[in-house]
T-cell receptor
């Protein structure tokens, strides 16, 4: 079967760094996406990785290791507005997104 | 504002009612999707339309019926729903449904409650 695992909830302090991990087992791989979803709002795109390595975009970075079926999202200089759920999704061989249940990130002052 | 709108934003219906959810995208995309989001569960893909043709139906009960009259509009017709169908229903669109880097843009969702 297809499976995406990520922690249910994490807590971090404003100004700090947090890493949200995602492991996956899917039938085929056409890229891995990270989305951010604030409570009551639509998911919004953060990053896309299809090759191994680190992609940096401002305060957010995303890493992929295809051989390990592993990705992480790194958030630096945390701000209160970063409190949200972070969704990991893998595009399978049929170009459909398989989603994790999301990681709720709580930022404390 | 993602360029994808959904109406209504909230819907309460009885199990014998018939209602429809509407989605419209203003992005010129060719693929549209319906997802179900329940608390603490992964997004569940329900239906996919690519160039107005339905390409995916992930074993969704027949009480959910999609309609895609053109590439900008997508409907989800609901009838004789069950209380367990209460969830957030999200619509999304992407440039197409058959390529890798294919960012999906989501609407704000319809919060459905079935009594």
């Amino acid at each position: 079967g297809q499976n995406i695992d990520q922690p249910t909830e994490m807590t971090a302090t404003e100004g700090a760094i947090v890493q949200i991990n995602c492991t996956y087992q899917t039938s085929g791989f056409n890229g891995l996406f990270w989305y951010q979803q604030h409570a009551g709002e639509a998911p919004t795109f953060l990053s896309y990785n299809v090759l191994d390595g680190l992609e940096e975009k401002g305060r957010f970075s995303s890493f992929l290791s295809r051989s390990k079926g592993y990705s992480y999202l790194l958030l630096k200089e945390l701000q209160m507005k970063d409190s949200a759920s972070y969704l990991c999704a893998v595009m399978d061989s049929n170009y459909q997104l398989i989603w994790g249940a999301g990681t709720k990130l709580i930022i404390k002052p | 504002e993602t360029g994808v709108t959904q109406t209504p934003r909230h819907l309460v219906m009885g199990m014998t009612n018939k209602k429809s959810l509407k989605c419209e995208q203003h992005l010129g995309h060719n693929a549209m999707y319906w997802y179900k989001q329940s608390a603490k569960k992964p997004l569940e893909l329900m239906f996919v339309y690519n160039f107005k043709e339905q390409t995916e139906n992930n074993s969704v009960p027949s009480r959910f019926s999609p309609e895609c009259p053109n590439s900008s509009h997508l409907f989800l017709h609901l009838h004789t729903l069950q209380p367990e169908d209460s969830a957030l229903y999200l619509c999304a669109s992407s440039q197409d449904g058959t390529s890798g880097y294919n960012e999906q843009f989501f609407g704000p969702g319809t919060r459905l409650t079935v009594l």
